[in-house]
């Protein structure tokens, strides 16, 4: 098995709406990590998120916007021999992307935002009260770096091909 990096912007693409989750890193101003799970949402080369209002993670990201966000799917545990520890490995496919947090403050534009973020999740069309709109915090996060690897990827490059070929048809989301 290897590790490959991918740049192919489907293959990025593909793993991030595949995701159900994605990993929101950022640094406070005593440069500690902070890193929680999060809900999020993609449209061209944009990753949205939301919270509350307010709290530790918003003081953070008010102090300092730049954010590392890590998406990663199909992980399992392989492994060439039972009874050697060294021969046991995670795949999986992962996506870390590095950006800016804006705030997106236009009530019409929250709602746009959030549409996509529920798009993740589900096929059904919501709407949004005011109130509700006014108490989330949506999040906007250009993409400015990405990269992209699968490890424990195997050598044959026939299985290769194929489960790429698979991981770019992924549907319902």
Not at 25 to 31: A, F, M, S
Not at 123 to 138: C, E, G, I, Q, W
């Amino acid at each position: 098995m290897q590790t490959l990096n991918h740049t192919d912007k489907e293959v990025i693409e593909a793993i991030i709406l595949k995701a159900n989750i994605c990993f929101v890193g950022v640094v406070d101003q005593n440069n500690k990590p902070y890193v929680l799970p999060m809900n999020y949402g993609y449209k061209d080369n944009v990753i949205y998120l939301h919270s509350a209002p307010e709290g530790r993670l918003i003081d953070i990201v008010n102090n300092n916007p730049n954010i590392c966000i890590t998406f990663s799917i199909d992980n399992e545990l392989v492994f060439q021999h039972p009874e050697v520890a060294c021969s046991y490995r995670m795949t999986s496919k992962s996506v870390v992307a590095m950006g800016q947090v804006q705030w997106i403050e236009d009530m019409d534009e929250k709602r746009e935002a959030l549409n996509i973020l529920m798009k993740t999740y589900s096929d059904k069309l919501f709407n949004y009260s005011d109130p509700a709109v006014r108490n989330v915090k949506m999040w906007k996060i250009p993409i400015d770096e990405v990269t992209c690897k699968e490890f424990g990827a195997p050598h044959d490059e026939y299985r290769l091909k194929r489960n790429l070929d698979e991981l770019k048809n992924v549907s319902g989301k």
